[in-house]
């Protein structure tokens, strides 16, 4: 027997578990000083060619496999012009997002409205899927679902509890520190940016894959960009990412239950657009009051002896 | 071997002039080689670009058509990309001018033009400036990202429009088509002899650029955006209000897209609705950024990029999709951001 509100709560998770998978992606990358704003972009390569691939092939988990690593190409080149070539990371990002979106459109165009043909794979999770409210919403999905949780923790003991998270993270902080102990900040940096674009990467494969599964152009409609300001409002914490992603994934779930009420549909719409702003204001609130969380050589290209 | 990387003060004109070629010129490669992939030739395509924008007088025309908006948005964004505010909000700002320019013209059809269409064109810049405010303020007072809040608007005035033209604003007259009624005849501005051109409009766009880049080469105002865009902190010291820099760029530059949807509203669609802008706002910024942030060049780059998009309706013709429009604008950007390693630094080899 399934409440109305297990099933609000497995939409949700269903919902939230693309912001997850992008907002994990670029939090790894932001930690390192590297804004990519081009997560738009990456994201909707995931998605078509995850999409691509697995209608192609037959094989929901091959695309599942090449999806990041295109993205993490696109994610590659943000890193050559913020890093290398130590360029304007918001006009680079602004520029990785139009060509993401440019060849998805290209890829995309003989996909667009065809059903997947491969199988779609759900598994619940034995025993805890029995736990009443709880069990049905998080324990009744798909294995990338499940995936994105594992991530979480992932994230967090890497950022948080290995020499490799704090070499990263004081890469964010205080470059020219970690360039003396003789770290190479570009190497750290491509790291994330690219590891960080495969994530988004993933989060686009969920979409097309198991969240809508179809291909449409432009689908991911903003999700990116919305996963740029969840990223600010989780603090940069894998752990806060959670509650963002699914907060937003919730708005989503929201906007189709609330349209029998007669509200118009377009405006509705519009609600995780609204959100994210309101989201921001509470990130840059709290920024304010505890001074902690943003690196703060976030969006600054580093050359020694600057 | 050792590559040597120096930074160099002050690039020439004609470095950054072959810097700019280059990055067309390699996006331009990068699309050649897609257009093989659809067994298109490349040299065709690009003929058929070039003629279809530039070879008649009626492509020409048309071309002048796309470069009014791209001209108009991208000349205010000059002001506030200069002092390092990222609006990339152009294009909810010009839905926005062109919703309330419409709602003028549909609540006072019976005025004479030349009292609605200045109430027209003042509504679009009241209102494409309040789009423009939001995220200035938000950014002066609590240092949220101007780049993100400024986007959201663009989708939510998106759906602001979506709303408008399939409910209330829906002409009852359209055949059930998502669009407002045609707008009266005092309300359309006039166009040049048998083209679209509705040069008010163009008028507007040139002064604009004309008008901005003395604002910013020759004022106190100009000079405090270009002081906050270099370096915030010196400027801070020096007594420059962040927060009223913050509020007039973003006020000016999203006022004056307002304005490029009051044009099409009123210039080439004659009613309000959905896509009256294939991305004018999006393509603006790249024409802003190639322009070097110069709104005199705006004028020729907005008509450059006018032709392109002119040209890309073309080459659809040939069975390429328009997204490679997209995909070449995204190129520009990046060869163009990615080539200015090369006006900033020296490399010299050294064995």
């Known amino acids: ?306 | 071997m050792k590559i040597l990387v120096e930074r160099r003060e002050n690039p020439s004109k004609i470095t950054t002039l072959l810097s700019s070629v280059l990055s067309i010129g390699l996006a331009l490669f990068v699309v050649a080689i897609i257009f093989l992939f659809y067994r298109v030739s490349p040299f065709e395509a690009f003929r058929r670009i070039m003629l279809s924008a530039f070879g008649s007088w009626y492509g020409f025309s048309e071309t002048v058509v796309k470069a009014i908006p791209l001209m108009i948005c991208a000349s205010g964004l000059t002001l506030a990309f200069r002092a390092r505010l990222w609006n990339i909000g152009a294009e909810g700002q010009l839905l926005i001018g062109a919703i309330s320019a419409s709602w003028v013209a549909l609540t006072f059809p019976d005025s004479p033009s030349f009292l609605l269409l200045p109430l027209m064109f003042g509504f679009s810049f009241l209102f494409g400036s309040i789009w423009g405010l939001i995220p200035g303020l938000l950014r002066a007072k609590f240092g949220t990202q101007i780049a993100i809040t400024s986007l959201m608007l663009n989708y939510i005035a998106t759906k602001i429009l979506e709303y408008l033209v399939y409910g209330p604003w829906k002409g009852p007259s359209e055949w059930g088509f998502p669009q407002t009624s045609k707008f009266s005849i005092s309300a359309q501005l006039p166009r040049f002899a048998s083209t679209r051109i509705h040069y008010p409009t163009l008028f507007f766009g040139v002064i604009f650029s004309l008008f901005l880049h003395i604002i910013v080469s020759r004022s106190v105002f100009g000079f405090e955006v270009r002081a906050t865009g270099e370096n915030p902190q010196a400027a801070r010291y020096a007594g420059i209000s962040f927060f009223k820099i913050a509020l007039a760029t973003m006020l000016i530059s999203g006022g004056i897209a307002g304005v490029a949807g009051f044009g099409e509203v009123a210039g080439i669609q004659l009613r309000l609705r959905m896509g009256i802008s294939p991305g004018y706002g999006y393509t603006a910024i790249i024409v802003a950024w190639l322009s070097r942030l110069n709104s005199i060049l705006v004028i020729p780059v907005s008509l450059l990029f006018g032709g392109l998009l002119v040209g890309g309706d073309a080459i659809q013709l040939m069975g390429l999709p328009f997204a490679a429009f997209d995909l070449f604008n995204g190129l520009i950007l990046l060869f163009v951001v990615g080539g200015d390693f090369l006006l900033q630094y020296s490399m010299k080899v050294e064995y």
Not at chain 1, 110 to 126: D, F, H, Q, T
């Open chain 1, 1 to 306: 027997m399934i409440s109305a509100l297990e099933v609000f709560l497995q939409a949700t998770v269903a919902a939230g578990t693309t912001y997850l998978l992008a907002t994990l992606g670029e939090i790894l990358t932001e930690r390192s000083g590297v804004q990519n704003l081009g997560v738009e972009g990456v994201m909707i390569i995931g998605a078509v060619t995850g999409f691509a691939v697995a209608q192609t092939s037959g094989n929901v988990w091959l695309g599942v496999l090449i999806a990041p690593l295109i993205s993490g190409i696109l994610g590659g080149a943000h890193a050559i012009i913020c890093v290398t070539l130590k360029q304007n990371q918001i006009v680079s990002g602004l520029a990785i997002t139009m060509i993401g979106i440019g060849i998805s459109g290209l890829l995309g165009k003989p996909y667009v409205g065809l059903p997947l043909s491969a199988k779609l794979l759900r598994y619940s999770i034995p025993f805890l899927s029995n736990i009443p409210i709880l069990g049905p919403s998080l324990f009744n999905h798909d294995p990338l679902t499940y995936l994105s949780f594992i991530l979480v923790v992932v994230l967090w003991y890497f950022l948080f509890r290995t020499r490799a998270g704090i070499i990263v993270r004081s890469v964010g902080e205080n470059p020219s520190a970690v360039d003396a102990l003789g770290i190479s900040v570009d190497r750290t940096r491509y790291f994330c940016t690219v590891l960080g674009g495969l994530l988004i990467g993933l989060a686009g494969a969920y979409l097309s894959l198991f969240y809508t599964p179809a291909w449409a152009e432009g689908m991911t409609g903003g999700k990116g960009w919305i996963v740029v300001g969840l990223t600010i409002f989780s603090m940069w914490s894998p752990k806060r990412a959670l509650v963002g992603a699914y907060l937003f994934g919730g708005i989503e779930v929201l906007q189709y239950r609330l349209q029998p009420f007669g509200i118009s549909p377009s405006l509705l719409a519009s609600l995780p657009y609204i959100a994210t702003i309101v989201a921001l204001l509470f990130g840059a609130s709290e920024r304010v009051r505890k001074r902690i969380g943003a690196p703060s050589a976030l969006g600054r290209p580093y050359t020694r002896g600057d």
